[in-house]
Structure formats: C-alpha cells, structure tokens
C-alpha cells in the first residue's frame, strides 16, 4: 500500500484470533533489532484490523476501514513503539435501494469486470461480468444486494441482457480484448426460461462481429441442472449451437457432480467454496 505498509487478507477466523495473531506481529517485529549499514534500528509496528461482513458494498470500502484501523494504531502507539487495533465495519446504507416495481435506469447500472488469472501464461484472457447498482453516493453494490430486490421476472431478464450487450460492446471496443478475451456471464433462472434470449444472444453475437469459439461463456450452477435436467439439456445443447460456452459453478453441490461433468463435458468447471 505504501513504503513498508502492507494489507494482508486472511481467513475467516474469529474476531479474537485475528488480534491475538495482531499482537503476536506486532511484539515478534518489535522486539528485534535491525541492521541498518553500520547501525540498529527498531521498527514500530502497528496493526490495523477490519472485519468483513456479507453487509459490505464493495472491497473499496473494506480497505478505507482497514486503513483507518491502520491509522489509529499508528496514532496510539507512540512511544510505545507498536499497537494493534480493530475497528468494526460500518454496513451499507440499506437507503441505497430504490423502488424497482416500476423498473430501473441502466444509467444506475454498471459492470465489474473479475480477471479470471491463469498460472500457465501471464496474459490474462478470461473476464467475468459482474453486474453492479450504482448509488446515491456513486458506490457500486454487488449483484447479491440489490437483485433480491427485483421480484419482477420480466426485469430479471431485461438485466440479463442488460449485462450481455454492454459486456460485448466493451470486449470488441477495446483493441487489447477484442480478438482474444472472453467473457463468463451468469444468467438468472428467469431468463433461463426464455428461449427467445438464446436468440438474442445469437443476434448480439453476430451484429458485434466477434471472432473465434467459446468467446462467449455462460454459467450455469450445479444446483439448477441437476433439478432441471431437461431444460438444461435443451439450454447446454442452444448455447453451443451459437458457438458459446458453458460453464458449470458451484461443482460438489450434489451428489450427481461427476455424472454431470461426464454428462455434459463443460468447457469449464468452478468449483464451490
């Protein structure tokens, strides 16, 4: 984050473990002397502590608490030379929400693109479409907030395609994308429904002139095809008659994982947590 700052994510432990394991940081760093040339020095350390919840908007806001935790264990160390501190995280305004009954403006709407990172080459080819809501104060909240919010079907799958032509339209603006990236979509089971959006997808296809197989990936979870066998079926079989993709996510859910997988030879498989 800056000279000798640095944020670490750890795991999902309780909020007692993380201050001890602070503290420890904190006396093991503080105790030592360092070589610095011809001289010795002391680091004082300082360890801010925020503890994230499903309330948060969005990574943003998780780092400005942990820099501020940061910053008030830095300001009561003093000459103590090292203290560590826990704030508790401030939830997202639930005012945010506005009344979607009557629909919603794209021009609150907006997308997050996630790189999918790949060990095997540095170029990084896979994105996924991570639709978000933007606030009153210009914060992006994640889908899982505010989609609970959209009881209306029909909207669900103006969303979806929504997300699908402003996903394109950026892959093919950009000259780094536009011949090589792809794109990993969600779909809601709404739109799932309708047969007539694999024909719009087919159509955004064409009309954006993008090259090559699979550019387009769309996933679908375990828990949906296994209890839904035939539709899924029909679907897998529309989508790849389009040249798309199919992704399967939240593999291990059921106990017809493996069936599955060798039933339908997905392209790719993201695994549960």
């Not at 105790?31 to 503890?51: C, F, P, Q, R, T």
């Not at 794109?183 to 159509?203: C, D, G, P, R, V």
């Not at 017809?256 to 947590?273: C, G, H």
Request: net charge negative; proline share 2%; aromatic share 8%.
């Amino acid at each position: 984050m800056a000279n000798l700052v640095v944020c670490v994510l750890t795991g999902n432990k309780n909020n007692i473990a993380h201050q001890e394991r602070a503290e420890q940081i904190v006396t093991s760093l503080g105790d030592k002397d360092y070589e610095l040339g011809d001289g010795a020095i002391k680091l004082h350390v300082s360890v801010g502590i925020s503890y994230i919840d499903s309330e948060f908007g969005s990574a943003n806001s998780v780092l400005l608490y942990a820099e501020t935790a940061y910053e008030k264990a830095r300001a009561g160390a003093g000459e103590r030379g090292g203290e560590s501190v826990a704030i508790p995280p401030q939830p997202v305004n639930q005012e945010v929400f506005a009344d979607f009954s009557q629909g919603f403006s794209s021009e609150n709407l907006a997308i997050s693109y996630q790189a999918m990172i790949s060990l095997e080459h540095q170029k990084v080819e896979h994105h996924e479409a991570l639709v978000r809501w933007r606030n009153a104060s210009g914060e992006l909240v994640p889908a899982a907030k505010f989609l609970r919010h959209i009881e209306n079907s029909a909207m669900q799958v103006e969303l979806d395609r929504w997300v699908l032509q402003t996903a394109v339209n950026a892959v093919v603006s950009d000259s780094l994308t536009r011949e090589s990236a792809s794109l990993f979509i969600h779909l809601s089971e709404q739109t799932l429904q309708q047969k007539s959006f694999f024909a719009f997808a087919a159509n955004v296809l064409c009309s954006s002139r993008l090259r090559g197989d699979r550019r387009l990936v769309f996933m679908l979870s375990e828990t949906w095809i296994d209890s839904e066998m035939a539709q899924a079926k029909s679907i897998i079989n529309a989508l790849r008659d389009i040249n798309c993709g199919v992704s399967l996510t939240q593999a291990g859910v059921t106990r017809n994982s493996e069936e599955l997988i060798n039933l339908y030879k997905f392209d790719y498989v993201k695994l549960a947590p």
